[in-house]
RNA sequence: GGAGGCUUAGCUCAGCAGGUUAGAGCGCAUGCUUCACACGCAUGAGGUCGCGCGUUCGAGUCGCGCAGUCUCCACCA
């Protein structure tokens, strides 16, 4: 086995074991009634998307939970798939458009169009599915889906029928967010909302009978070619005389009610608003309950309409021309700073337009309800549960869903509008007359469904639903759903609602948060900021396990994390450091089965009883969903006790020719890949395709599981004294300098006897020492010997040469103090009845352990000190 | 205006059913071509666990208050 490399190359490794996962059929989830499923849909990526860093936490969570069930005899499905994202696909096609052929979409018309972002989704619809599988995925790749195949269209064509016939969904006029770039309605939750400066400017508007005027005050002054009233309080005495009257609106002239409604705020500004319900929200219901008129004045592309002089001026350049027509002619009253939050677009971050506009509604107070009821009553967990918080917040205060969008990639409306009756009809099959009057002459509603239409569906539409598949009645409900908390409110929210109208059932149990993965300064990370990471160059650089084990371990669930490179060199090295300490097993195995031994010496008692810690210890983590902490213990195991202990301990035993330790090495080896697999996929693999192994391959094997009869809590305790030892006669060493070709012979006193002679072998090849005497009594003549003190026992050095006896005195003295100290603190402790009565049993005992070696330190100490003379 | 997170070693972060001497990685210092690994080994320096009060026999760990910082939601024209 010898002819492994020194340095383990990932880039020889991934791609070749990704392949024999592939050829051996291992991703494939099989229905098997023996078996429990374990399901995870995977947030689908855009599909024209590539990946970054938040992919790869995001991927790597669910593999490693995947694969964890997937050793756990769990029939583990990892169904995969892309969304066509609406929004942001179309606007990369028609850029491209524009770019390459100075084209616009409507140049070319919707059904041509269209081919083009199926030609663009044929061409880079594949990328970030090799992107994943580079990762080690381990998606079900047979069973992939994109929001826009026949499957999910069918899903979402019965979604909006059937809620549109339980009347959950209906067009109706309303105030939308509305994106003059994208030309589309927005929902609420795509609009950002930024902080700006603005100004807030009080204009004047002349009351119609001439008795004199009121002040309103506005951030968006262009609007008030929209007015079409003002508004006061009905409680506020300063302008009870004038509701009822007219005033006459600057620059138009049109003569406008003057209304009293509680809406308004008597302490900001003038008391005074002005309405437009055309263009703000809350002027829209005022509208509504005192039949103001509606009047248009911003178009789809932010531009003016109804506005006389101003019309075709661009919003804001109309604000200016406004802005100085009303100052010149005197109703400019006052200008104030005011700084105000502005509405942008999620993908574009333009201003969103508030406006009246025709757009269709999911209702969804009716909806929330059992959304709220199931994480209320905990059928849906969050972790960490904080986020439900947010959830139930955001659910709580819901407001109707705008699902339709101006665009024509997606879902298009199953509407049909008829020019002879005006009936709509709403069909599963595409219609062709009206259901109410026959009429061939209608016309389907051009506009399609939001993106997240679809994506509210995928946790169903997935597994075949409408049609009763046995793979829905297998794997429904799916059990974690793994996300950013940036789209709780988009995605996890209305998979939710959706779920349980649609299947009466939660469509996962719990839901894993994780936070977003930052720039080393803890900026956001963007292609415009040029900060980003790509993580197929990482991957490239340090192997796809190092990524990783990077993004798992050092962060707590929910937190954003910040992307060190450094860190990823760290856990390269860590692979490495794995890779060599399989190679020293290979390189010193004679035997062929992985068996332990009959008869198991201290040390093995040792690291066999450790390991079975960790096992339970990993395998709770993973049952709360802490991945880093399992991660790390792992990595300490691996590292401190099986490379710089175990591995350093046996080496005089397999140079001897032992075979028992060839076969513990073995052992914990094996387990340890099995406990690492899933965080690490490909080198354990690999490194288990090449040590004996009865399995087929390690994604398949079993996963430890606690063995009592494998743990020794006695034998563990005592080898850490025998570790004791050795660190403290290193300590020593390296303090008073001894050069390592020094070998001098140990005596070791102490009255276990037993446990230190187990160790005398490799302490000696471990301190550099020579030869260890274990001896239950004291040498004769230890005069100006150098001593090395522990709980347990006395170490002596003939290094007495080196050493000033003075210095020595005085250490020893530091030492003996510090012991007293401890010994005081102890006896205060356990005087304290309080603290016996009340403490658990284990930490009681663990603070008279404590004293118990304080005391027998101390002895020692003072016997030193009484040596030296 | 509400809600929540964070504040632990020079840096980035873990930690907690309250209970040994608070950990890691990187960095730093010293010594090592020790026959798995210098992507390594050994030894070491470095921490009033943001501040204050409280609960408790005992508090980085729980409660309250304060400060700094970040984020989300809502939004008054």
């Given at each position: ?17 990704y392949q024999q996962w592939l050829d051996g059929g291992y991703f494939h989830a099989q229905r098997d009634?023996?078996k429990?499923p374990f399901t995870i849909v995977i947030?689908p ?14 991927e790597?969570?669910q593999d490693?939970?995947i694969r964890?069930k997937r050793?756990?005899?769990y029939a583990a499905l990892w169904l995969p798939g892309c ?42 619809g594949d990328?970030i599915v090799q992107?994943l599988k580079?990762?080690g995925s381990s998606c079900d790749w047979d069973r992939q889906r994109f929001t826009?195949d026949e499957g999910c ?305 995928w946790p169903?539409s997935t597994l075949g639903w409408?049609d009763?598949t046995e793979d829905l009645e297998y794997f429904y409900?799916t ?218 391959a390690?994604i398949v ?169």
């Open positions: 086995m010898s002819e492994l490399p020194k340095q383990y190359d990932p880039k020889q490794v991934e791609g070749k074991i009634p023996d429990k947030p990526p855009n599909v024209t998307g590539q990946l970054h860093l938040g992919h790869a936490v995001d790597t969570i490693v939970l964890y050793m756990k005899g969304d066509h994202a609406g929004i942001a696909t179309q606007i990369k096609v028609e850029e491209n458009l524009r770019v390459n052929e100075g084209l616009t979409r409507f140049d070319l018309g919707r059904e041509k169009f269209l081919d083009r972002v199926w030609d663009w989704k044929n061409k880079y990328r992107q580079t990762l826009m269209s069918k899903a979402v064509r019965e979604v909006f029928c059937s809620l549109y016939e339980k009347g959950l969904i209906y067009k109706g006029k309303r105030i939308i967010n509305w994106c003059p770039h994208c030309t589309t309605a927005l929902s609420d939750a795509e609009v950002e909302y930024e902080e700006k400066p603005g100004h807030l400017w009080h204009l004047r508007y002349p009351l119609a009978d001439g008795s004199g005027d009121v002040i309103v005050a506005t951030t968006r002054p262009e609007t008030m070619l929209g007015d079409t009233g003002v508004a006061v309080n009905p409680n506020d005495e300063r302008y009870k005389d004038i509701v009822g009257k007219t005033c006459i609106l600057p620059l138009v002239g049109r003569e406008m009610p003057i209304v009293a409604d509680e809406y308004v705020d008597m302490a900001f500004g003038t008391g005074c608003v002005k309405m437009t319900p055309c263009h703000d929200p809350n002027d829209f219901e005022v509208g509504l309950r005192h039949n103001l008129e509606q009047i248009l004045v911003i178009d789809d592309n932010g531009c003016i309409i109804n506005g006389g002089k101003y019309n075709g001026m661009d919003r804001y350049e109309a604000r200016k021309a406004i802005l100085a027509d009303l100052e010149e002619q005197g109703y400019l009253v006052k200008v104030e700073e005011h700084v105000h939050n502005v509405g942008t677009c999620y993908r574009c971050h333009s201003d969103v337009e508030p406006l009246a506009s025709d757009q269709w509604f999911v209702k969804m107070e009716p909806l929330a309800k059992e959304a709220i009821r199931v994480v209320e009553d905990g059928t849906i967990k969050f972790v960490p549960d904080r986020f439900a918080k947010t959830y139930l917040n955001w659910m709580h205060n819901v407001r109707d869903w705008c699902i339709s969008r101006q665009l024509w990639w997606g879902h298009q409306i199953p509407a049909w509008y008829c020019a002879d009756c005006g009936h709509v009809t709403v069909s599963r099959e595409d219609a062709c007359q009206c259901e109410k009057c026959g009429s061939k002459n209608i016309t389907r509603d051009p506009d399609v469904l939001d993106t997240w239409f679809s994506s509210a569906l169903f409408p009763k409900p059990d974690v759903l793994v996300t950013g908390y940036d789209i709780i409110f988009f995605w996890v929210a209305r998979m939710i609602f959706s779920g349980m109208e649609h299947m009466k059932k939660e469509p996962f149990k719990t839901v894993l948060i994780h936070g977003l993965v930052r720039d080393p300064h803890g900026k956001k990370m963007s292609k415009s900021a040029g900060n980003g990471v790509d993580p197929i160059e990482v991957i490239d650089q340090y192997g796809a396990d190092a990524l990783r084990f990077n993004l798992i371990t050092g962060n707590s669930p929910g937190n954003d994390m910040r992307f060190y490179v450094e860190r990823c060199e760290a856990m390269r090295n860590f692979a490495n450091k794995l890779w060599n300490a399989a190679r020293y097993v290979m390189m010193n195995l004679t035997v062929r089965e992985n068996e332990l031994p009959p008869e198991l010496k201290l040390e093995d008692k040792w690291i066999l009883s450790k390991l079975q810690s960790l096992i339970a210890e990993v395998n709770e983590n993973f049952d709360k969903y802490e991945l880093g902490l399992a991660a790390t213990k792992i990595y300490d195991f691996i590292w401190d006790s099986f490379c710089d202990w175990y591995i350093e301990i046996t080496k005089p035993r397999l140079r001897a020719g032992d075979e028992s330790a060839q076969r513990v090495l073995l052992y914990v080896l094996t387990d340890v890949l099995r406990l690492l697999h899933p965080f690490m996929p490909f080198i354990t693999e690999e490194i288990y395709g090449a040590i004996p192994h009865s399995g087929k390690l094997e079993t996963y430890p599981e606690f063995d009592q009869a494998l743990s020794f809590p006695q034998e563990e305790a005592d080898f850490e004294l025998v570790m004791e030892a050795v660190k403290a006669v290193r300590s020593r060493r390296a303090e008073m300098n001894v050069p390592p070709s020094k070998r001098p012979h140990i005596t070791l006193v102490t009255e276990k006897t037993d446990v230190f002679r187990a160790g005398t072998v490799y302490m000696s090849d471990l301190a550099f020492a020579g030869a260890v005497n274990v001896t239950a009594q004291a040498p004769a003549d230890t005069a100006g010997m150098v001593t090395v003190v522990t709980s347990q026992a006395k170490l002596y050095m003939p290094l007495a040469e080196l050493v000033d006896l003075a210095k020595e005195r005085e250490r020893i003295a530091k030492e003996l103090a510090r012991a007293e100290q401890d010994i005081a603190n102890q006896q205060r402790k356990l005087a304290n009845e309080s603290f016996v009565s009340r403490a658990p049993e284990r930490v009681v005992s663990a603070e008279r352990d404590k004293l118990a070696k304080a005391q027998a330190l101390a002895e020692n100490l003072r016997a030193s000190l009484a040596n030296l003379g």
